[in-house]
């Protein structure tokens, strides 16, 4: 890039950004202050792809045989209130660049959130120095497998309304009508109503030739409701689980009415009060999409990272029970045969959904289990290699199934598990045909208390609401309900699942792994599932 | 060969009072408040016995909490140019101007006087990744040469955080974090153990030492048997006791005790200050300025931090009350940023050894660490999780073999009830995901009547 060119850039990356934070104050920006700007890009600007471009060629100078850089624009906004009162509002914005290289077979990253043409290459020059401190003599280096199919273009969430057009004044309105509806049940002392909002616009480039750009959009609305008994010895919450966060926009919100469900969580934490403590032992469990979508999170996404069956991420989320790969694949038996799993990037509204990960890939629908046995894990580029003997048997070629993911531009990407979605049962059943069939058990909604161990055995799940099902029929509500289970046994109780019109979409935002913790937004399409015999502990201890 | 790497790059007093000066000047509002946290994180991972990946980068945010009438609205930004800055005054001016009044507005601190921070350590702030990758070949090559695999985690952290208001006040301090943990597990998954340690200061981790007690338990772990789940003594190591001590902290609230939706809460109504809780040797404190917890000299609205005991032989001695709650009980505020999270916490101890714990158990259970520790009914404060990376059974006052692993039910308050004996605190690893984190001491403890709820068959 000449002089004049970067200068001619500089200029008008500065106007642009100008334009995009003081639209509307009518004050225009001087040229000598625009000379003085640091940070000289927005999003969408030509001038990002100068930058981006400016990092690889400094990492294939500095000794990279592979590199890729990311620059993103993360735009959050948090909205928190509790019963008359606006308790937060913030928006908040991070912007930056972030390096990747392989030299030699060893990587490197750094990251900066200075956006000049000198602090890229320097980060660059800074990530390669990186990677060869890294090195050392007995190794084995990394390889990367091939990313198939198109790597340019850009990619945007399926939201209809992007959250940051929508007045605040709207949204805390509409959470403070949320919080007075809850209020009129004279039980329901305490609420909290909040909504988050992300947009994120990444950048992506490396030096296989990607080069693309993703608008990321994630929303939640949540509402928890606080009941506290007279004699001041007992209080209990209701979260709004039925909602869960989406890869979605606004409409996340207004479509899932609020308003009009407030006073059943109300309802339902007062009830909670005088529910009855569960008596420990072994129930059928039919369990709701609201709350299933976070044990199959935790005892069957988890598990089926291949880093972790590697012994990648030992010192912190833990190894796996799916280990090793070659005595489990297309072997073992994780579940009954009703029991049909697949990771997927490519769901409307899912929180994982993208046009590339990480690593420039495609990501690809692929089966993780299929009628209870095991077939596949989620791989990046780097893993794909690990499992070529597996593919190679298989004849399918050895790709990554599009895994890799960072949750910033400061932090290096690694293997983060798609959306990994249980699908329906063939018969067309639903949440009250599972009740219907079912003689003593416990009907759980909405994710609540949950632990698991390092390797995904052994896991403790609570919930929002318990009932007693007895005859077929809920007949009451209980509490202090948790359930204990070793993952192969339970999955293996599946008996009944719903079908298709039962389909629901749970998630998180915050799905924690790797050293530093990174967060993963994931969803985690279900059906409600029942499960023969679970053991049911009572956790309402007292001393 | 590596380049020389920059020195850790943190904001000066100077700079930082520059940088809240320009945001200052931008700002409209009746009461203008700035954060600046300015730093940077190094990190090298190992795994499979060599570095996996690194990373290091550097940031400022800028926060403006702008008040217009009796309306609050906040903002932040990494962008420092002069439009970036003007951006994020504009956008939290603007909510501000939108947003209902606030009933709880309290009014921002007049100028205040601080202790200068000591946690800055030029050593931890010159770590380079040569250097972390040294460090890191110690607990490689002593793993490889026991014919184990180990994975592990080294970071270090150098920040600077700045306040200043509208109203002249401006705190300043820059403090630096280095954590070291690592998991030796033999390559058949059969064994596994674990070492950490965390400080401000780099010197006073050993590398070599955390791999070497890593590499022990990874081989002591092989060939665990089961034992039932039940109520067992146990002998819990300084970082099992973080774990759980720790946990008191989301319930040190004095407006949820108050409003009747803690563990704080008074039956009947009001709150437990002066009520014992727990065995009459215990008590906890935080404070910023003791050198075994370092901490922050200033709490994130202003207020200089002090010394707090929350529990003194046993009674509850403070709750945390934020400047409003303060204010409207007729209290003093807590000079603690959002309770133990301003980084230090201690526990009382006593002079017992691991050793001489275990010596003193008839029958129990020895508890290197805890995993995956979630709440389950906050009117106990009580939590599940597993023991993890060295659990070992005890007989007759020694240790008698390896033991599965097995999930808990328990309340840190229950058995800080059931407390036997104390030994004699260190620092420990404060989170579970390795990080610097804050600066958490704890003694190990021998207490009766652990909850254990079952079995797991992860190693």
Redesign the interface.
Known sequence: MSPSRRDFLRTTA?AT??GL??AG?GRA?TAE?AA????LVSPGDPAINELLMKALDAAKSAGADYADARVSLNRTQAIFTRE???G?????????V?VRVLVQG?????????LTPDAVARVA???A????????A???PVTLAPAPGNQKGTWRSEAKVDPFTI???EK?QLL?SVNAAVMKNPQA??VTSNMFFLKEEKSYANTEGALFTQTIFRSQPTVTV?A?SK?????QTRQSTDIQPMGRGYEHVTENKLEENAPRWADEAVQKLSAKPVEVGRYDLVLHPTHLWLTIHESVAHPTELDRA???????A??S?V?PPEKMLGTLKYGSPLMNIRGDRSQPGSLAACGWDDDGVQPESFDIIKQGVFVDYQTTREQALWLDWYYKKLGKPTRSHGCSYSQSW???Q?QRMPNVNLLPGEKDLGWDDLIAATDNGIAIIGEG??????????A?F?GQLFYEIKGGKIVGMLK?V?Y?M?TPDFWGSLDMLGGQKSYFMGGAFND?KG???QSNAVSHGCVPTRHRQI?V?N????? | ???P??PARVMSRDEARALAKRVLGFSTANETRVSINSGS?G???F??N????????????VVVRSVIGNK?????????????L???V???E???K???D???LMPELEPQQYREGTSWNEGTAGL???A??AAV?KI?GAA?GAGL?S???L?TTATAQAIANSKGLFAYNRDTGAAL???V?TPD?SG?G?AGATSNAWDKIDPAALGARAVDKAKRSVGAVAVEPGRYTVVLEPTAVGNLVQLIAGSINARSAD???SFF?????GNKIGEKVVDERVTLVSDSFDPETLGAPFTADGLPTSRVPWIENGVVKNLNYDRYWAKKQGKEPTGVGGGFFSGSLAMSGGTETIESLIAGCERGLLVTRF??????????I?F???T?DGTFLIKGGKIAGAVR?L?F?E?PI?ML?NLEAMGVPVRVSSG????AGGAIVMPPIRARDF?F???????
Request: net charge positive.
């Open positions: 500065a950004a100008a934070v003081l104050t920006e202050r003085r700007l640091t940070n008359k009162r606006v937060g509002l913030s928006d908040n914005e991070t912007f930056g972030g060893s990587w490197g990253f750094a990251a900066t959130n200075e020059r800074q990530a120095a990186q990677a060869k401190a890294s090195r050392a007995e190794r084995r007045p605040i004044e805390v403070l002392r305490f606080t506290v004699d001041f010895k007992d209080f590697m012994g990648y991420e030992a010192n912190y833990g190894t029970f280990f400061a932090d290096v690694f208390s949950f632990s698991i161990d390092q390797q995904r055995y052994n403790q609570g202090d948790a204990q070793r924690g050293q530093p913790s053991n502990i956790t309402g201890r007292q001393s | 060969m590596s380049r790497q920059e994180r990190n090298t991972r795994a499979v060599q570095v996996s990946t690194a990373g290091d980068n550097t940031d400022t945010t609050v609205g906040s903002a932040s930004t990494n962008r420092l140019d002069d439009t970036g003007k951006g994020v504009e956008a939290s603007r909510l501000a939108l947003t209902p606030d009933p709880e380079d990744p040569a972390r990758a070949a490689t490889r695999v994975t592990g985690y970071e943990t690592t998991t597990r998954g596994s674990w409003e009747g939706r809460t008074k039956p009947g109504g995993w995956y520790i979630r709440p389950v009914d906050p009117r106990t009580l599940t999780g597993l993890r692993n999930r039910n309340s229950f009830n579970e995901s390795g990080s909850n709820t079952s079995l797991s068959d992860a190693i």
